[in-house]
Nanobody, 120 residues
Framework: VQPLEESGGGSVQTGGSLRLSCVAS??????YGWFRQAPGTGRKAVAL????????YYDPAVKGRFTISRDPARNTVFLQMNNLQAGDSGMYYC???????????????WGQGTQVTVSS
């Protein structure tokens, strides 16, 4: 069993929606995040969720279109992505850690990623 396991990626047209899921089995972590990596670039934080106060962070490019949430009963973190654009394409990774940070180094566990492709 992987500590974090993502699902829900796929190919959609511009304006479409996808919901990513991340099932966590790594024990208690305080912060969960979704990161996107486009070809030739590093991983960038798209959204963060704090389980202590349900606080959230969104990259300005996705704010208003993406929603991060958590179902504690299912140990699952979601990323609802609406009105998807070509720039949203990439590999999406779920990550968990103890520190509220946009840096990948702050996260202890990573999933294997799920691909999102948005085309016109």
């Amino acid at each position: 069993v992987q500590p974090l396991e993502e699902s829900g990626g796929g190919s959609v047209q511009t304006g479409g929606s996808l919901r990513l899921s991340c099932v966590a089995s790594e024990g208690s972590r305080h912060i969960y995040g979704w990161f996107r990596q486009a070809p030739g670039t590093g991983r960038k934080a798209v959204a963060l969720f704090s389980i202590s106060d349900n606080g959230t962070y969104y990259d300005p490019a996705v704010k208003g279109r993406f929603t991060i949430s958590r179902d504690p009963a299912r140990n699952t973190v979601f990323l609802q992505m609406n009105n998807l654009q070509a720039g949203d394409s990439g590999m999406y990774y779920c990550a968990s850690g103890y520190t509220w940070s946009l840096l990948t180094s702050a996260f202890d566990y990573w999933g294997q990623g799920t691909q999102v492709t948005v085309s016109s």
